[in-house]
């Protein structure tokens, strides 16, 4: 049986190349320009896994970069090491490696990597936020409650970062669609808000309440835009994960006293059709960027 560390991996590298055909081309480019006339960019990344945001992201931005990946998951950020170490040297980069650190160089370019294993809820406590430009975070708000996202939005204003949020989750339809698709997938999304420890997750309530906490702040620049996933009926491995996401999280709504009459059926029907390859999913996310009023 693969580990919960191997499994978190094989889903976030599966998930890449949808995360990259989905990321909203306005959004990208707005950040880009906003950091036109940077000489070298410094950004942080939280929540990091196993470094796809950088591997993305990296290769956009022209000018020397120093980053920060903040990832809680100790084994998901040896993977990153692992994986940047690869993506460099396949992109013609010299590699150094400095303890935590890695060391990018290729022509007049150096990247700069620090590999930091904590919260990014404590983030100060991790590094000094106003030595960096940005922060930047691939879907991780819709897991937060209001006050933890409340709370990095002071933390990111106060140290005047801009942000570079992406894939915050909004809905999801089937193709073609079931008569049920609706009530199991409200159900799931209300079990993404469900009590927990921290409180209740925002879910598809993120972008909302990001853009609102923005509006509330004089000094910023806002754009949010539409970011989807299409998962065709040839993806076979990607659909799979969803299924059994859902199929966990609505077990776990029935253990609670929420009906399950009828979710086995459902279920099936779409493992058939997953077997078939009939089945097609759009899972609707929304970017993000928003940056201080620009001084030179």
Not at 260 to 272: C, I, S, T
Request: aromatic residues 10%; hydrophobic residues 40%.
């Amino acid at each position: 049986m693969p580990t919960d560390t191997q499994f978190a991996t094989d889903w976030l590298e599966e998930r890449y190349r949808f995360d990259v055909a989905a990321r909203n081309p306005k959004v990208e480019a707005a950040c880009l320009q906003y950091f036109a006339q940077h000489p070298s960019v410094s950004i942080i990344d939280i929540g990091a896994g196993t470094g796809a945001n950088f591997i993305y992201l990296s290769e956009k931005f022209p000018q020397s970069q120093q980053w920060a990946l903040v990832e809680l998951n100790p084994n998901l950020l040896k993977r990153a090491r692992e994986r940047l170490k690869i993506w460099a040297a396949a992109k013609g980069y010299g590699v150094q490696e400095n303890g935590q650190n890695l060391d990018f160089r290729r022509n007049d370019q150096h990247i700069q990597v620090q590999l930091l294993q904590g919260s990014f809820l404590e983030l100060p406590q991790l590094l000094q936020p106003d030595r960096y430009h940005m922060v930047t975070a691939s879907a991780v708000f819709d897991l937060l409650s209001g006050q933890m996202l409340s709370d990095l939005v002071q933390t990111f204003h106060q140290n005047r970062l801009a942000l570079l949020t992406t894939l915050n989750y909004e809905s999801m339809a089937y193709l073609p669609a079931d008569a049920e698709d609706d009530h199991w997938i409200r159900l799931y999304e209300t079990h993404m808000q469900r009590e927990q420890d921290f409180g209740k997750a925002l879910g598809p309530r993120c972008s909302d309440f990001l853009e609102k906490e923005y509006a509330q702040l004089p000094t910023a620049q806002m754009l949010r835009a539409p970011s989807r996933w299409q998962i065709e009926p040839a993806d076979t491995f990607m659909h799979g994960h969803m299924l059994q996401f859902l199929e966990q999280s609505l077990l776990e709504m029935k253990s609670m006293g929420h009906s399950g009459k009828g979710l086995d059926a459902w279920l099936q029907r779409k493992k058939v059709q997953l077997q078939s390859q009939q089945l097609r999913l759009s899972v609707a996310h929304s970017d993000f960027f928003t940056a201080p009023v620009y001084e030179g």
